[in-house]
């Protein structure tokens, strides 16, 4: 049966990236994929016949930087009755594993600004979790959730107000740092971004970290499956569409952070439709 993703790591020369869980929800496919039909993908459903996903932040660590691709839930649990049930709050304890302190981060970036992917902006006392980070978006993202309040936004007294006068943008083919690199990926939000690792020197591999391009390995197969909250459905289609031509390359290993069981995969090229494969042999 599916199940929630634990730590795993890729490295790449002398650069990591490792996901930390923060924690996980379950969903009601009904509510979540409106347009799909599970009977050949029931291996990711549980007994109640809902689906996991994986909620959690990306370590990068480079020989002299320390970043993260998004900052999960936070330390909140919730139900949505009949709909989901959200558990996070793992993150810095997962950090702390590495060995590593807030105050080490030195960049937060995020795919976007979804509830699931903000929630360690701040804490409890109100001041940024990661002090001495760079905090970056897409300028669209950022002006898309601007004086909003919605369930599935950031919350604009613990995210956007406290981001207000030290967020920073990216744009596509922006280098964060060296061999890490941003990608637009828009759809599911207005700003979306994946963010592209790579370790120099001979190895030509690459990790492209995928944001919510995809919430499940099944939309490799299913890739006209669109999510309930994709801003743009049909862009997020064709974004699709085009990052999964992109990375079935033999090179690429693919980081989905909502993904069950394993975050990180390939996507096989396509013989008669496309083939996840996912595991720690991957890599
Ligand atoms: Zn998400």
């Not at 730590?7 to 347009?35: I, K």
């Not at 590495?98 to 929630?119: F, I, Q």
């Not at 599911?188 to 919510?212: A, F, M, Q, W, Y």
Request: with cysteine; charged share 20%.
């Amino acid at each position: 049966m599916a199940h929630p993703a634990s730590r795993a790591q890729v490295r790449l020369g002398d650069t990591t990236v490792t996901y930390l869980p923060d924690g996980h929800a379950w969903l009601n496919p009904a509510v979540f994929f409106p347009s799909s039909e599970w009977a050949a993908h029931a291996a990711f459903l549980d007994e109640r016949g809902w689906f996991p996903v994986s909620i959690g932040s990306f370590l990068i660590r480079t020989a002299d930087r320390v970043v993260l691709v998004d900052l999960g839930l936070g330390p909140v649990e919730f139900d949505l009755p009949g709909k989901a049930e959200f558990h996070g709050g793992g993150l810095l304890d997962a950090l702390a594993a590495e060995d590593l302190a807030p105050g080490d981060v030195d960049t937060v970036v995020y795919t976007h600004l979804h509830h699931d992917h903000v929630g360690w902006t701040t804490g409890p006392g109100g001041g940024l979790t990661f002090p001495h980070a760079k905090h970056l978006v897409g300028k669209a993202e950022w002006t898309h959730w601007w004086g909003t309040e919605e369930l599935v936004g950031p919350d604009p007294e613990t995210v956007q107000q406290p981001l207000a006068d030290v967020i920073g943008f990216v744009d596509h083919d922006d280098v964060i740092a060296p061999g890490i690199r941003v990608l637009a990926t828009p759809g599911h939000t207005p700003g979306h971004h994946s963010i592209e690792v790579t370790g120099g020197g001979d190895d030509r591999r690459r990790v492209v970290v995928l944001g919510d391009v995809m919430h499940c390995q099944v939309q490799v197969a299913e890739s006209h499956w669109s999510f309930a909250f994709d801003v743009d459905a049909e862009a997020g289609v064709d974004t699709r569409e085009r990052l999964l031509d992109d990375v079935a390359d033999g090179r690429t290993i693919l980081a989905g952070g909502h993904f069950a069981g394993q975050v990180f995969g390939r996507v096989l090229p396509p013989v008669s439709r496309r083939v996840w494969a996912g595991g720690p042999e991957i890599a």
